[in-house]
């Protein structure tokens, strides 16, 4: 059962050592020659100043494919067409599972072919220094976006590289990923990767984290995923990482994302030790989009318009193209500018939405309840206790994939189109929370003339991709009618 204690030096050197041989780039990494590296970068490339400085909402869109030349190019145009403010290097799945010969194969087939042979960029098979070359050729800092449950090789040779933001973490790069890994290992191996980024941040080179807020991606309830984030903010401060960007991905009822935004930083703060400094990421909608582009342009438009009113200091966009897959660089520019039409246009305007304190309130309510569940897991010790919770059930996560959680909690929209829970099953949560959750899913029921039950979460997944927001039965408010 691994414990929250910080990794000591020896124990860092011992696991970086054995990790070099996993890969011959591996071998490439010296820290003390890469901290050299980071020092030589300008500020304009250092992640976390940037990101901490910034007097308006950062936009930054997913992007990677397989060759450097080609990588160098998209993240360019997103740069200088998209004006993203900072960049983003997303990892192909080879990686992320960490089969780097089949890493290599894809990548060689793509130098060989039009087409790309892998969904993302293969930073442990390019190496330190075609990462430096990556970094070299941008003017926006760049973050390392995966998706990994072991990330250990990928972090010492991107780092190492000169990238200085790394996502991720032990539950979020664990439960909504994968089946087969368990969580007290996946908690152990980002151990390393967060004393890896606090070992630079001891010499002067911050390295900021980026736990994955939307976890699931699947109506996932606020208090669920901040509870996540706390944790994982947690298990990062102990190893030395001092900052530390806590995500949240959009749910589609712009009251509920406000408050959910508010209270992820207010409890940020206060759970993380003062000597963190804590920023917050709103991803846009992570769910299934229209497959019609000017729909789909609807929904980002929303997620800027939620951005501009909750002020979170980084924001993941999307494209136009979501539903076909891989965007083109072009839709994936135009869904930045579309985001940034919309926070430029609402951002000064004072705008005051009944019922954000209410809910916020209600949400921080219920991440407490959680987070005291963990810690009386584990006696205090957060790493044992978010492993016991989730084999227990006080933790959950809705359609998770993972054997290392029940996913037997599920959601379903209220009458106003806010997540609710609808099967609680063992979650940590107070009974007047319960009732409240239950009390706001009986007034849609009786809005829509049927009872509860399972239909409702099914129509709910799919609502968004099918143009509406809460999945009505035909005719009913706010639903489809016969004509359509």
């Known amino acids: 059962m691994p414990t929250d204690s910080k990794l000591s030096t020896d124990q860092l050197q011992r696991i970086a050592n054995d990790l070099r041989d996993e890969w011959p780039t591996g071998r490439e990494v010296d820290f003390e020659e890469a901290v050299s590296f980071h020092e030589s970068l300008p500020t304009a490339k250092q992640f976390a100043t940037v ?30 067409e998209g004006a993203a403010d900072l960049l983003p290097t997303t990892i192909d799945s080879y990686t992320r599972d960490n089969e780097y010969e089949k890493a290599e194969e894809g990548l060689a087939a793509s130098r060989n072919s039009e087409a790309d042979e892998l969904n993302g960029f293969p930073a442990v098979n390019h190496g330190v220094e075609d990462c430096r070359r990556l970094v070299r050729a ?6 390392v976006r995966h998706g990994t449950p ?3 090789l990928l972090a010492m040779v991107t780092l190492a590289g000169g ?3 790394f996502e991720g973490g032990p539950i979020s790069y664990n439960i909504p990923y994968t089946k087969r890994h368990d969580l007290a290992t996946t908690i ?11 070992a630079y941040t001891e010499r002067g080179v911050t390295i900021n984290r980026e736990p994955f807020g939307p976890l699931t991606g699947t109506l996932v309830p606020p208090c669920i995923a901040i509870a996540v984030m706390l944790v994982e903010g947690q298990l990062a401060a102990t190893q030395g990482v001092r900052s530390v960007t806590l995500g ?21 703060e206060e759970f993380l030790p003062d000597a963190v400094t804590v920023t917050t990421v709103f991803h846009e909608w992570m769910g299934g989009f229209p497959p019609d582009e000017a729909r789909a342009n609807g929904v980002i438009s929303l997620g800027g318009a939620t951005a501009a009113v909750a002020k979170p200091d980084k924001v993941i966009t999307k494209s136009p193209q979501e539903f076909q ?3 083109t660089k072009e839709a994936n520019a135009a869904g930045l500018r579309t985001t940034r039409q919309l926070i430029d246009m609402m951002i000064e305007q004072d705008i005051d939405l009944g ?70 099953a063992d979650l940590a949560l107070p009974d007047d929370i319960k009732e409240t959750h239950k009390a706001r899913l009986g007034e849609r029921a009786r809005t829509e003339g049927r009872d509860q039950s399972f239909r409702m979460v099914a129509d709910d997944v799919d609502a968004i991709s099918d143009g509406k927001l809460i999945g009505r039965p035909t005719g009913k408010r706010g639903g489809a009618s016969d004509a359509d």
């Open 163 to 165: 990238f200085q933001s």
């Open 188 to 198: 152990e191996h980002w151990q390393f990767v967060d004393r890896l980024c606090g």
């Open 150 to 152: 072991d990330a250990r």
């Open 355 to 424: 019922g954000i304190d209410d809910e916020q309130r209600l949400i921080e309510r219920a991440t407490r309840a959680l987070m005291d569940a963990i810690f009386e897991a584990g006696d205090g010790d957060v790493a044992e206790g978010v492993v016991r919770a989730f084999e227990t059930g006080d933790l959950d996560v809705p359609f998770a994939p993972s054997d290392a959680a029940a996913g037997a909690v599920l959601p379903a929209r209220d009458d106003d189109g806010r997540v609710r829970i609808f099967e609680f």
């Open 51 to 80: 990101l901490e400085s910034a007097d308006r909402p950062l936009l930054q869109p997913r992007a990677g494919v397989p060759c450097l030349e080609d990588q160098i190019s998209l993240l360019r145009y997103l740069q200088d």
């Open 325 to 327: 897959g891989v965007p």
């Open 138 to 143: 941008l003017d926006a800092p760049i973050e």
């Open 248 to 268: 949240y991905g959009q749910v589609g009822n712009l009251v509920q994302d406000v408050a959910a935004l508010r209270a992820l930083r207010k409890l940020g």
